[in-house]
T-cell receptor, first 114, second 112 residues
Framework: DAGVIQSPRHEVTEMGQEVTLRCKPI?????LFWYRQTMMRGLELLIY????????DSGMPEDRFSAKMPNASFSTLKIQPSEPRDSAVYFC????????????FGEGSRLTVL | GENVEQHPSTLSVQEGDSAVIKCTYS??????FPWYKQELGKGPQLIID?????GEKKDQRIAVTLNKTAKHFSLHITETQPEDSAVYFC???????????FGKGNQVVVIP
């Protein structure tokens, strides 16, 4: 398996623009997580899905952030409009088990908002 | 609470020496404690984990110990090598075990 695939790897955009980050989880994994990583706050859970259904979005910073999972092999995280403080590395991770177990992370999408 | 704290934030060790990173957690319901290693430009990768019914677990040069009473767990790396240089994150399960709370990470530098 190719692992969790994220795109784009790097994105530079201007404040106010819409940003869409994409994730393909490992085939057969029922759980998908979106994390944001910054120096100040470390790894923060934004939202997670189980069987394509959002279960907990309490970590989503504000209404500018939205996430979807239209099918088992694809998820998006959208920021509209983007702001400089959204600059971070965004990771997608997937997991196969219901209980606690290994998270498989993608290589991340580094976002810079000017 | 869901706090997970790591100490120290940066650790430099001579190649061949041991490195120890400690984490504390606040949620007494946590029962799963993984450690992830993140290399530059990559995503975190699981290196070892421990569940609350076990006090210690070892995998070659890496070991993890857990003290549930004191709510802390530690990562031990013996005979460190340059390829051990990375950021290490501890985490604890929260919210019915479907989520992980991560510490802020430790930068480990192995000096050749």
């Amino acid at each position: 398996d190719a692992g969790v695939i994220q795109s784009p790897r790097h994105e530079v955009t201007e404040m106010g623009q819409e940003v869409t980050l994409r994730c393909k989880p490992i085939s057969g994994h029922d759980y998908l997580f979106w994390y944001r990583q910054t120096m100040m706050r470390g790894l923060e859970l934004l939202i997670y899905f189980n069987n394509n259904v959002p279960i907990d979005d309490s970590g989503m910073p504000e209404d500018r952030f939205s996430a979807k999972m239209p099918n088992a092999s694809f998820s998006t995280l959208k920021i509209q409009p983007s702001e400089p403080r959204d600059s971070a590395v965004y990771f997608c991770a997937s997991r196969s088990t219901a209980g606690p177990g290994e998270l498989f992370f993608g290589e991340g999408s580094r976002l810079t908002v000017l | 609470g869901e706090n997970v704290e790591q100490h120290p934030s940066t650790l430099s060790v001579q190649e061949g020496d041991s490195a120890v990173i400690k984490c504390t957690y606040s949620d007494s319901a946590s029962n799963y404690f993984p450690w992830y290693k993140q290399e530059l430009g990559k995503g975190p990768q699981l290196i070892i984990d421990i569940r609350s019914n076990v006090g210690e677990k070892k995998d070659q040069r890496i070991a993890v110990t857990l003290n549930k009473t004191a709510k802390h767990f530690s990562l031990h790396i013996t005979e460190t090598q340059p390829e051990d240089s990375a950021v290490y994150f501890c985490a604890a399960s929260i919210g019915g075990n479907n989520r992980l709370a991560f510490g802020k990470g430790n930068q480990v530098v192995v000096i050749p």
